[in-house]
């Protein structure tokens, strides 16, 4: 099943590149994740080949999404919102490609330490990165706040979804159906 949100690249008004095109990946069995997708590319740092190797899975997705996050982070000119999506990609890599969940709950937690400098609740981009914690921590072997982190994904995707115009909610809400599918799975 795939899902895809209408949504671009954009240049905050602090020069900052925001993502703004994502898409939502997942079996109807397994937990949903959601990747990059190939956008308009405004940061010459954020390159394609890690959105692309996530959105196919190939062989070389962790190693690419790692020297991605390396560049970014030893680059003083990257801006808050690329060492964000870097390592929110590099997470997601760990956690489908390498299958690394501990690892991967690292990753997360360093681009939520980032996120308040550069979004607001009500960015998608909020929720998708508590999602993607939430799922870590639910295959991780010492997660103990996957319900804490769903819970954060649900409220940040209802502020974004109230954010948006009648068209582009009901996106939103379909995430929030799949979110709360997920989460009543894990407490019945």
Not at 18 to 37: M, T
Request: aromatic content about 8%; glycine content about 4%; charged content about 25%.
């Amino acid at each position: 099943m795939e899902v895809q949100a209408d949504a671009e690249w954009q240049r905050t008004a602090d020069g900052d590149v925001q993502r703004r095109h994502l898409r939502l990946l997942g079996r109807p069995s397994e937990h949903s994740y959601i990747e990059a997708n190939d956008g308009p590319q405004l940061s010459p740092a954020l390159g394609y080949p890690c959105s692309n190797a996530l959105a196919h899975q190939t062989p070389d997705t962790v190693s690419l999404c790692k020297k991605q996050l390396d560049a970014i982070v030893k680059d003083p000119k990257s801006s808050k919102m690329e060492r964000f999506t870097a390592y929110d990609e590099y997470g997601v890599a760990l956690l489908n490609s390498a299958k690394k969940p501990d690892l991967a709950l690292h990753q997360f937690t360093q681009a939520i330490d980032i996120a308040p400098n550069g979004l607001k609740s009500s960015d998608a981009e909020w929720a998708y990165v508590y999602w993607h914690r939430a799922i870590a921590e639910s295959k991780s072997e010492t997660g103990t706040q996957a319900e804490q982190d769903f819970a954060a994904a649900n409220e940040s995707l209802k502020l974004a979804e109230a954010a948006v115009d009648t068209p582009n909610s009901a996106y939103y809400r379909l995430l929030e159906e799949r979110l709360a599918s997920i989460m009543q799975s894990q407490h019945p």
